[in-house]
């Protein structure tokens, strides 16, 4: 008899964790998020639905991260990790968010077996299932209804303690290649610091120390990373930590951090007297999967180098790479980008290679990035990777240099593949790639910068009555709906010299937000504004309400 649920434990376990009348949850781009308060019965869910994936996958390893990532600290959420440590694939979605607003346990049992049919899962295959979460103090409360809904689906756990994210999914990967040709490190913590740290000293040896790095943790989870790999690297690379006070309430991502930092395009307060003209630091972000850079000019001006500065500088130096390597030719680099990426980036990038654009979100651009033969993706936001094709990393495996100065290249590009986490964007793993090229290059802040000049640009939000009205396509560059509001937004743009505007609607929050940019920074203010106006007005907003700085 094939194997059947165990309704009985579920059931029991489930009215443990009932779900809340009025709330409608959504596995959105970001796995579910919303105030860690209202989150118990999604856990206990999720811990199910990570057993039947891993059933569905023949048993694999599927990862569970509980974070909100960059939002308010009484904010929590739960994305799942598939094997090879990506995003979970796009079709399950909807499975998490019909298991997650099922009204009753009845009606949750229903929509498990649903689940369970649809995919046809075969229930007598094992679950295996690996957690973790980060420093906010919902944390525990929340890991624990999730371990009701593994134990629930009897799946096999590890937990994972107290990681970043991007710990998290190289975990995973590991995991599920161990004892493969595919292998991709020890599966544990010290695994991934090893992995890395040695690496980068292989890549930076023989280069002058750069100086000391600060880093800002956001009060998060990075902070313990950061601490972590520090006896690795010895005196290979000096960071001056801030911001790491994860235990203290309401300090997560309060005025610092990578979002903090993208958003206000603004030194954190906390720094204010740390860096000197000259001097380069970092953010995270609150689960360590975003990084910015920035410094201080020589007028004492904060200047920033967010994630398309982090692609120029990157790709500029791979591509360096494989040509010193003789292996142009048959190695494709490539870029992926979103709507988001400064226009001044793209330009700049194209000149020199291919680029994509894709809709916002990790998923999107991981999977673009799958198509070239060493492809660079990076968000503005400063979340991004690099991925090696499984042939590229075998041409460099098995290539044969002529010349010692494509062995130097050769040897760069194989501890590349070792520093970079290929499975997600990496704070850590993408601050030890931008140091390699830093002090490969000796740039400071100033000559990394230089690359291009960003276009001065402004992103502001909208509140609207229905969000699902607004439909994009071309990679969310355009509006299809609502109709006719594009073409304004096309006669509005038109009168301002290098501008350019995009409306989306957010897949994280209830809002609309609106970009724009243009030569400058009063233009793309003006135009943003404008733009936002336009969408307040087009949307049953009431003009007699309509915010005054929407002109
Ligand atoms: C999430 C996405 C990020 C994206 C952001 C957009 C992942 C892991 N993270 O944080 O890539 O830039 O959402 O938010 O996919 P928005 O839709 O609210 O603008
Ligand atoms: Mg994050």
Redesign the pocket.
Known sequence: MAAQLPLDDIARLADLHPKPGHIRFQY????FRTLGSVLDSVLFRVGVLAGLRSKKLDGKTIGVMVTA??NPEPDNGV?LVDPRGE?LEASWEAHATSLANAASTEDFLQAVDAVVKNAKIDLSKPAKVIYARDTRPSGPSLVASLEDGLKAIGAETRDAGVTT?PILHYLVRAINTKGTSAEYGDDSEDGYFKKLSGAFKQLVSGKPALPPLVVDCANGVGANAVEKIVPYLGDSLTFIPHNTATATPGALNNACGADYVKTTQKLPPSLANELKSGERGCSFDGDA?RLMYFYIDARNQFRMLDGDKIAALVAGFIVELVKNAGLEEKIRVGIVQ?A?ANGSSTKYLADRLPVRCVP????H?HHAAEHFNIGVYF?A?G?GTVLFSPETQGTLASYEPSTPAQSTALKHLRNLVQLINQT??DALSDLLLVETVLAHKSYSGVEWDSLYVDLPNRLVKVLVADVRAFQTEDAERRLVSPRGLQGKIDALVKRYEGGRSFV??????D?V?VYAEAVMKSQADELAFRVAGLVYDETGGDPATRPKEFL
């Open positions: 959105g781009t970001a796995g990532s960059h994305k995003m994210t999967d979103t988001y916002t979100g990790v998923k651009l968000e936001n979340h997600v964007g989306r609607p957010s897949g994280t929050e809002v937000r």
